[in-house]
């Protein structure tokens, strides 16, 4: 039987799978969809993921501050209610406009739905022993994917986008949200103050604003971001463009979850002999040796698998990372704040990926899109590595 404590982590971790299938893996799932059926162009259709997610951004930081003033399961079971409503809307849309405006509202729902608020929580209920509850969640979470795309492609094919839309509304609203509400009050319910450090040199609430480890981190985060997303929105439309069938491009990105779990499982064996720093540096390679694989490989079985395995288990990794290194550079003090503040520049690079991958496909293909992918990546790791070093120089400087 499940101990207590480990409940209120269960729910969160199925409500954030719904989450994800329902809300966020939609859009990949049906972007060919929607340009085939509405009449709409590559960037005509990817820049309403940009808005939505970029509004997920800008609304980090208050997301951050509710959840540091205890409410936060009140927002995340709220904002997939929203979700789930706007969903329903956008089975709906007839016009770009209407498009562009729903998921507009959609990205408020992110904000408060997604993982940024979900970890946040974990970690200020849970302090340093946070990890083992977030590569939980991650685990579990790691096969929405697996199941969003090709239970959104089958309900496409018997009933339409439309339909598809409808059930994914029927999921994050009568699945996730009642799943966050609970496991979010039981874990709130059971924080319990952990001393830090800081609390000893008070400091102004956004003092780490001012530090320069946080603005190399946030570079190097929005980086892997930037090429995660644009890799992802743009991988069935490549593959249709490579000649693959519908049905095994959506195999492929259907195997995007389990090898994300991998990644987190390899991370998890490998923590007695190699650290936080270290599983980011290989991330950030892998990351980058994956897109060139599927760059080279033109959509062959063999480099596609490769690319597959590469891409999601490094990415799987970077999800649990990044709550941790955050707090092992910047420290566990008003957690909530500091994640708000990271994630708004790296919902920022997630949500500029689609588009800007769409506008550089136009220019000059995939090939050139895949092409400063794998240069942003290299970027993303030296400003990964900057932080790090200038994180060790802070500490250094205040043992001194």
């Known amino acids: 039987m499940l101990g207590t404590t480990r409940r209120p982590v269960i729910l969160l971790a199925i409500g954030q799978t719904l989450a994800w299938a329902s809300i966020y893996y939609t859009f990949p799932a049906l972007l060919l969809r929607w340009e085939q059926d509405m009449g709409w162009s590559k ?58 405006l729903v998921w507009g509202g959609i990205g408020v729902a992110m904000s408060g739905a997604l993982y940024e608020p979900c970890f946040a929580l ?44 409808l059930m994914a509304a029927g999921v994050v609203m009568f699945g996730s949200a009642p799943l966050h509400w609970i496991g979010g009050r039981a874990l709130e319910a059971g924080r319990v103050e952990e001393p830090v450090a800081e609390a000893t040199t008070p400091a102004p609430r956004r003092a780490f604003l001012r530090r320069p480890a946080f603005w190399y981190l946030a570079a190097g985060f929005s980086m892997v971001a930037l090429v995660h997303g644009a890799t992802l929105h743009h991988l069935l439309s490549y593959l249709d463009e490579r000649g693959l069938s519908p049905e095994t491009a959506v195999l492929a990105a259907s195997f995007i979850g389990p090898m994300q779990v991998a990644g987190r499982l390899a991370m998890m064996m490998s923590e007695k002999y190699i650290s936080h720093h270290g599983v980011a540096l290989t991330a950030f390679g892998l990351i980058a040796a994956s897109v060139a694989l599927l760059w080279l490989g033109q959509g062959a079985p063999v480099t596609l698998s490769g690319f597959v395995m590469l891409f999601a288990g490094a990415y799987g990794t970077v999800s649990i990372l990044r709550p941790l290194i955050t707090r092992d550079i910047l420290g566990g003090r008003d957690f909530g704040a ?43 790791c030296g400003f990964y590595l900057a932080a790090h070093l200038r994180a060790d120089r802070d500490r250094r400087k205040a043992e001194a």
């Open 338 to 380: 500091k994640s708000g503040a990271l994630a708004l520049p790296y919902l920022i690079g997630s949500a500029s990926a689609p588009w800007l991958g769409a506008v550089v496909w136009r220019a000059g293909g995939y090939g050139l899109m895949f092409a400063i992918l794998i240069g942003l990546m290299a970027l993303g």
């Open 43 to 100: 960037p005509e259709v990817t820049m309403a993921i940009t808005l939505g997610v970029l509004i997920s951004a800008l609304m980090a930081p208050l997301a951050g501050r509710i959840i540091d003033a205890g409410r936060g399961p009140h927002m995340m079971a709220g904002a997939a209610v929203l979700g789930g409503a706007l969903m329903i809307l956008l089975s709906r849309v007839e016009t770009l406009w209407q498009f562009y």
């Open 122 to 165: 974990v970690t200020r209920a849970k302090g340093a022993g946070a990890k083992g509850s977030i590569v939980l969640i991650t685990l579990v979470a790691g096969f929405a994917s697996t199941i969003s795309f090709p239970a959104v492609h089958a309900v496409a094919e018997a009933g339409g986008w439309r339909a598809a839309v």
